[in-house]
């Protein structure tokens, strides 16, 4: 498969493949005895178990077993192309996109991601990839275009210096500081964690009782991924059939699968947008009764750009709209007209009733 030679030849095969179990206490320790606490500080240590163990670029890029070598300007060439400002949306979109899709922009007319149903396979399973082992992400979702250059730049074989994205991604967990609801940037890398742990001698307990997803690797690979030509393999009679047999059916398929989706990225920006104004609160709090720093609200054009609303009822090709057949139609409407009827005629015994009545009492 295309991506896992690609996985190869950058000698991240110990990158998709970490280690498959880990202690969750252990992971807590790693993350509250990481430092420094500066943004900048490149020393990057945890205390483990009484052990020092580093999470900086070079013992990760060790660890990985030296995928890469940086040059003299301590830059990769993704670095470079990020310096310069050389990535274009347009090109970036036509590389990762199915033909007619392209990215989404915000309210200011600039790119802000790209919707997870419009890209390719292969560039599905880079997205799995990165958010599952370089990226610290509960979840897997649209691609933003920060991480969509990362990917871009995979797929088109520049280099690129893993480590040192996944030293500052450890970095940035450590730097998060939680809400008062306990809400806080979510602890990644477990099994990279685990492995550097073992690595530098931690006593870790035997009961590495959690379980990790399974790794993306070629078996996972061939599983999920498609080849476009994929259907001219087919017998031609089998194809024909399959095409006369059941087309509506992968309509209908095709139109939930949009609609599911649509759903979730509904669900998805009302979870992000809801934990945003929940940590707004909370910093306006502090500031408010406790001289805590300064906080700026965000504007209604940067709240709209950071969490992109996907539309409240949109339309998806392959909807069938039910329709009742007419002798069912007619059907009903004669039994409406029998009840209309018999309506009547009650209406009509009461009255005579009530006339009867009337003329006893007289």
């Known amino acids: 498969m295309e991506f896992q030679g690609e996985l190869t030849r950058r000698k991240w095969n110990k990158l998709a493949t970490p280690e498959k179990k880990y202690n969750e206490d252990i992971i807590k320790e790693f993350y509250a005895n990481a430092f420094p606490l500066q943004r900048l500080d490149q020393t990057r240590n945890s205390w483990v178990r009484g052990v020092t163990v580093n999470y900086a670029r070079d013992t990760i890029n060790e660890y990985l077993g030296s995928p890469y070598s940086l040059g003299d300007d301590g830059l990769d060439e993704y670095g ?49 990839f990165l958010y599952c082992n370089v990226y610290s992400i509960t979840h897997i979702s649209d691609l933003n275009m920060s991480r969509a250059t990362l990917l871009y730049s995979i797929l088109t074989k520049d280099g690129v210096d893993i480590a040192s ?6 970095h940035k967990t450590v730097l998060s500081t939680p809400s008062i609801t306990g809400v806080s940037k979510p602890l990644g890398f477990l099994g990279l964690i685990t492995g550097l742990c073992k690595a530098t001698g931690s006593r870790l307990p035997n009961n590495l009782n959690k379980s990790l997803r399974p790794p993306i690797n070629a078996i996972y690979i061939k599983i999920h991924y498609k ?136």
Not at 165 to 170: F, G, K, R
Not at 273 to 293: D, I, K, V
């Open 80 to 128: 470079r192309l990020k310096k310069a400002r050389a990535f274009k949306a347009d090109k970036m979109a036509k590389l990762l996109c199915f033909p007619g899709c392209t990215y989404i922009v915000g309210v200011t007319g600039n790119p802000v991601s790209i919707l997870r149903k419009n890209l390719t396979t292969i560039a599905r399973i880079g997205q799995n």
């Open 165 to 170: 994205i996944i030293s500052d991604e450890i």
């Open 227 to 362: 080849s476009e030509q994929q259907g001219d393999t087919s017998q031609p009679r089998s194809q024909r059939h399959w095409q006369t047999s059941s087309s509506s059916q992968v309509a209908s398929l095709a139109f939930m699968a949009a609609h599911f989706h649509h759903i979730e990225q509904k669900n998805l920006a009302n979870y992000l947008a809801l934990m945003s104004l929940n940590t707004s609160l909370y910093h306006a709090h502090r500031h408010q009764f406790h001289g805590g720093p300064p906080f700026k609200w965000p504007s209604l054009d940067t709240f709209q750009q950071q969490f992109h609303w996907p539309g409240d009822s949109p339309n998806f090709e392959g909807g069938v709209e039910e329709e009742q057949p007419e002798q069912e139609a007619e059907q009903e409407g004669g039994d409406e007209k029998e009840d209309e009827e018999g309506g009547e005629d009650k209406q009509r015994e009461d009255v005579e009733e009530g006339d009867d009545d009337d003329q006893e009492d007289n």
